[in-house]
């Protein structure tokens, strides 16, 4: 097992964003909320043969879910709880923030926390913003998380996309203060390569770009800087045989583009590195910014 040089390896925070194949925010177009229920679920089957790799390897994960999975497959939400891993929110219906209105976002997370804590009758006091859509132009979501009372927040990705990006956030885990107090920032991981900061832990940087980029990416950051690093993924990116759906070329290549070998990596993931749930790794606890 790899990790920091120099002492005990450093854990890591492992997180799954429980959401479907067709709610993806690069769908939108094709795939309108109203026609969900009549695509093929696939998110019980996927987030089961996740489930069982992290028992495989004795790995707690924080579970991002989506409010509206959760309405419709209480037990799946149980059955992660009941494994001993963190629930956290990812919203209810999967909107970009920066495409809301303040009230129409504390709708959303107010409903998917509430659903959230009747089904796993705990306090959820993590949320992660669909595509990571915290960015300037949104961080106005932060008040709104406080105020709905959630205690860190995993939204923030520290560099250039053409969809999301704080490009000179902070890169580890940090306090912000706003107005409505103190939130528990825990931004996507990333390493600084000539002033610039690069992805290096999940989702289609994990499966499109090669697996020694990402251990290496990890081991800079455990043994460089000491600090764990956040890494991310989804149910549906081990799923090479879901339906297909007509999207352009780039949506194509970073939607499709490595399914087949995502699951060999994450296990190969899995024995290279020490993983838990966020509220293991940085101690989060329910009063931690009160």
């Known amino acids: 097992m790899s990790g920091a040089a120099g002492g005990s390896p450093i854990v890591n925070a492992m997180t799954v964003d429980v959401e479907d194949y067709f709610q993806v925010s690069a769908f939108d177009r094709v795939v309108s909320r109203a026609a969900w229920a009549g695509y093929e679920a696939r998110v019980v089957a996927n987030t089961n043969r996740l489930l069982d790799a992290f028992a495989s390897a004795g790995v707690r994960a924080t579970f991002f879910v989506l409010g509206w999975v959760a309405e419709r497959s209480p037990q799946l939400i149980r059955q992660i709880a009941a494994a001993g891993h963190e629930i956290a929110s990812h ?137 764990p690093v956040v890494f991310y993924m989804h149910p549906w990116e081990i799923d090479a045989e879901q339906p297909r759906l007509p999207v352009g070329r780039a949506t194509r290549l970073r939607h499709y583009g490595g399914l087949g070998r995502t699951e060999r990596r994450l296990q190969r993931l899995l024995a290279d590195f020490r993983f838990d749930s966020i509220e293991m790794t940085l101690a989060v606890r329910p009063d931690v910014a009160a």
């Open 91 to 227: 919203g209810h219906n999967h909107q970009l923030i920066y495409s809301l209105t303040p009230r129409q976002f504390r709708d959303d997370v107010r409903e998917a926390k509430w659903t959230l804590e009747q089904i796993v009758g705990r306090p959820v006091v993590g949320f992660r913003a669909p595509s990571y859509s915290v960015t300037r132009s949104s961080l106005w979501a932060l008040d709104v998380l406080l105020e709905e009372g959630y205690q860190y927040d995993a939204s923030i990705f520290p560099v250039h996309h053409d969809r999301y990006g704080i490009p000179d956030a902070e890169r580890h885990p940090h306090i912000i203060r706003r107005a409505a107090g103190a939130l528990l920032e825990v931004p996507a991981s990333t390493v600084r390569v000539g002033g610039v900061n690069l992805p290096i832990a999940g989702g289609g940087y994990f499966r499109l770009l090669p697996y020694w980029w990402t251990r290496w990416g990890i081991r800079r950051v455990n043994g460089v800087e000491r600090r």
